[in-house]
C-alpha cells in the first residue's frame, strides 16, 4: 500500500483543476489535497473547499481572502487562505506537498510551476504556456532540483506513453524518427476562409471534441494551440522542431503518435476526456481508474488524417517560426498571443487578427538569448506593451 500523496491544484476552479479533483475524490485511499487555488470563481473555489477540505486555499487579493477565510470558518473548516502570487509559490513548493498539479492558464502559472519544480516535487504539467515561455530554464530547474515532470496535455501524455523509459538518453538513440503530434483542427478547420473574420467568440469556444477553458478554445481555433505544443514537446522530448510533425486528426481519438525507425508506429487512443491523462501522471507509473468510459471503436468506425493548411492557420507557422529562432521568440510569441486572445474574447478584434498581432510582435522586437528569468519576464513585457499599442493605434 502506497503512502496518501499530497496534491496542490494550482488552477483548481478551471476545467483542468476540475478534472483533477474528480479523479481524486476517486482515490481517497491514494490522494489528499493540500492546497487549492482560483483566481476569479471565488464561490467556487469555496465549494471546492468544503468538498476537499485543504489545508490552504489561495486567492488574488487580502480583501477576497479575508471574505473567503470568513465563510470557511462559519461553516467549520480549519483550511487557512492565503494571497497573492508568492502564496502561490509557497503552497507549491511547500515541504509537505508531493505532488502539483500546474493547471493556471497563461503566463501566470509561470513561477509557482517552476517553484514546484525546484522544490523537486512531482510536477503535473498542464499549463504548458510556462513551458513555451522559459524552455531550457525550466527544463535545468527540473533536473536541479530532482522533479519529476509529466505531461498532462493529452498529446505529450500519449508520447511519453509510447516512448520507451529510458527516452532521456536521445530520441534517435531509442529508434526514434519522428513525433507526430495531432490536432483535431478546431471548430472553424472547414469553414470558408472568407468567413473566418466573423467568427464570434461563442463559435470559437465550441470546440467539437474537448471541453476546455476559453482561452485554450480560442488556441485550439486558431491552432496557436498546437503552435504550442509543437513547442511544449521540444523541450519535453528534447527534440527538434523538424523531428515533429503536425497531423490533423478530426475525431481525436488518437492522441499522438511515435514512429520507430524500423517502421513500427506506436500510438495512444482514448476517448477524449482530461481525466485520462491526469489519471496517468497522477498514478504514474501504476495505473488507477479514472472515470472515462471505455474506448468504443465500433462506434468511432472510422479515423481521418490531413495535412494542416498553414494559410488557414497562420499561428501554426508563427509558432514553427518561434521553435526554430529560439531564446525568448516563443515567451513574445506567447505574450502576444494571450494579449491577442484576451482581446478576441472582449471582442475588441477580428479572429483573423490574432495571427496579425503575433506576426507584428515576432518582427518588431528580435529575440535574444535565454540567460535567465528576468530575460523571459522583459520579453514576456515587450511582447505585450508591443501588442496593446497595436491594439490602441488599430
Ligand atoms: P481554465 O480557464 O478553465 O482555468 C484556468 C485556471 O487558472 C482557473 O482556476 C483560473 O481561476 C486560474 N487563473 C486564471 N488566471 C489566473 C491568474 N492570473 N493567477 C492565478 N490563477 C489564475 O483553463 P483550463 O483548465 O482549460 O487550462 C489550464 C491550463 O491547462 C492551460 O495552460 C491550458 O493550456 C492547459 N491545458 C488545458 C486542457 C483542457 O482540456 N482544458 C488540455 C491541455 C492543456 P478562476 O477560474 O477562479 O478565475
Ligand atoms: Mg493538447
Not at 195 to 201: F, G, R, Y
Not at 215 to 239: H, P, Q, R, T
Request: hydrophobic share 50%; glycine share 6%.
Amino acid at each position: 500500500m502506497t503512502a496518501v500523496q499530497h496534491i496542490t491544484v494550482l488552477g483548481a476552479t478551471g476545467s483542468i483543476g476540475l478534472s483533477t479533483l474528480d479523479v481524486i475524490a476517486r482515490h481517497p485511499d491514494r490522494y489528499q489535497v493540500f492546497a487549492l487555488t482560483g483566481f476569479s470563481r471565488i464561490a467556487e473555489l469555496e465549494a471546492l473547499c468544503v468538498k476537499h477540505k485543504p489545508r490552504y486555499a489561495v486567492v488574488p487579493d487580502a480583501v477576497v481572502a479575508h471574505q473567503l477565510q470568513v465563510s470557511l470558518r462559519a461553516a467549520g473548516l480549519v483550511t487557512e487562505v492565503l494571497h497573492g502570487a508568492q502564496s502561490l509559490c509557497e503552497v507549491a513548493a511547500h515541504a509537505d506537498v508531493d505532488v502539483v498539479m500546474a493547471a493556471i492558464v497563461g503566463a501566470a502559472g509561470l513561477p509557482p510551476t517552476l517553484a514546484a519544480a525546484e522544490a523537486g516535487k512531482k510536477v503535473l504539467l498542464a499549463n504548458k504556456e510556462a513551458l513555451v515561455m522559459s524552455g531550457a530554464l525550466f527544463m535545468q530547474a527540473v533536473k536541479r532540483g530532482g522533479a519529476v515532470l509529466l505531461p498532462i496535455d493529452s498529446e505529450h501524455n500519449a508520447i511519453f506513453q509510447c516512448l520507451p523509459g529510458d527516452y532521456a538518453r536521445g530520441l534517435q538513440q531509442v529508434g526514434v524518427r519522428r513525433v507526430l503530434l495531432t490536432a483535431s483542427g478546431g471548430p472553424f478547420r472547414e469553414m470558408p476562409l472568407d468567413q473566418l473574420h466573423a467568427v464570434t467568440p461563442e463559435q470559437a469556444c465550441a470546440h467539437p471534441n474537448w471541453s476546455m477553458g476559453r482561452k485554450i478554445s480560442v488556441d485550439s481555433a486558431s491552432m496557436m494551440n498546437k503552435g504550442l505544443e509543437l513547442i511544449e514537446a521540444c523541450w519535453l522530448f528534447d527534440a527538434s522542431p523538424a523531428q515533429i510533425e503536425v497531423v490533423v486528426h478530426p475525431q481525436s481519438v488518437i492522441h499522438s503518435l511515435v514512429d520507430y525507425v524500423d517502421g513500427s508506429v506506436l500510438a495512444q487512443l482514448g476517448n477524449p476526456d482530461m481525466r485520462t491523462p491526469i489519471s496517468h501522471a497522477l498514478a504514474w507509473p501504476e495505473r488507477i481508474d479514472s472515470g472515462v468510459a471505455p474506448l468504443d471503436l465500433f462506434a468511432i468506425a472510422r479515423l481521418d488524417f490531413q495535412v494542416p493548411d498553414e494559410q488557414r492557420f497562420p499561428c501554426l507557422r508563427l509558432a514553427r517560426e518561434a521553435a526554430q529562432a529560439g531564446g525568448t521568440a516563443p515567451a513574445m510569441l506567447n505574450a502576444a498571443n494571450e494579449v491577442a486572445v484576451a482581446a478576441f474574447l472582449e471582442r475588441r478584434i477580428r479572429f483573423p487578427e490574432i495571427a496579425s498581432i503575433i506576426e507584428h510582435v515576432l518582427q518588431a522586437e528580435p529575440a535574444v538569448a535565454l540567460e535567465c528569468l528576468d530575460t523571459v519576464l522583459v520579453a514576456d513585457g515587450q511582447a505585450r506593451n508591443l501588442a496593446e499599442r497595436w491594439l490602441a493605434q488599430r
